[in-house]
């Protein structure tokens, strides 16, 4: 079993930057692709960004291409989202999110998830 724990979730204004974490233990070595999706009050999960564990590829979600970046240290088997120019509607419950086998944007195709981190954005 893959155990995934997020932090760094909070309330920031609008123009303000998150940095959310995502450290993975158990059967870390199994795994392929982390990645973030993201749910909004009212609204559907929805993909945000993912990276390979081995070549450190990734995709971005048109929505926040630009302005959040995934990277992942494999020494501590963490997964990072640094998300800067902040907007209201980026305000979801992230969750960190692994893969086994497939890079990919469908939340049926991740096999772990985390607790989720609310993100709140103030205008």
């Known amino acids: 079993q893959v155990q995934l724990v997020e932090s760094g979730g909070g309330l920031v204004q609008a123009g303000g930057s998150l940095r959310l974490s995502c450290a993975a233990s158990?059967?870390?070595?199994?795994?392929?692709?982390m990645g973030w999706f993201r749910q909004a009050p009212g609204k559907e999960r929805e993909f945000v960004t993912a990276?390979?564990?081995?070549?450190?590829?990734?995709n971005y979600a048109d929505s926040v291409k630009g302005r959040f970046t995934i990277s992942r240290d494999n020494a501590k088997n963490t997964v990072y989202l640094q998300m800067n120019s902040l907007k209201p509607e980026d305000t979801a419950v992230y969750y960190c999110?692994?893969?086994?086998?497939?890079?990919?944007?469908?939340?049926?195709?991740?096999?772990?998830w985390g607790q989720g981190t609310q993100v709140t954005v103030s205008s």
């Open positions: 999110a692994a893969a086994r086998w497939s890079f990919t944007t469908r939340e049926n195709e991740y096999n772990y």
């Open positions: 990276i390979t564990w081995s070549g450190g590829s990734t």
């Open positions: 158990g059967r870390t070595f199994s795994l392929y692709v």
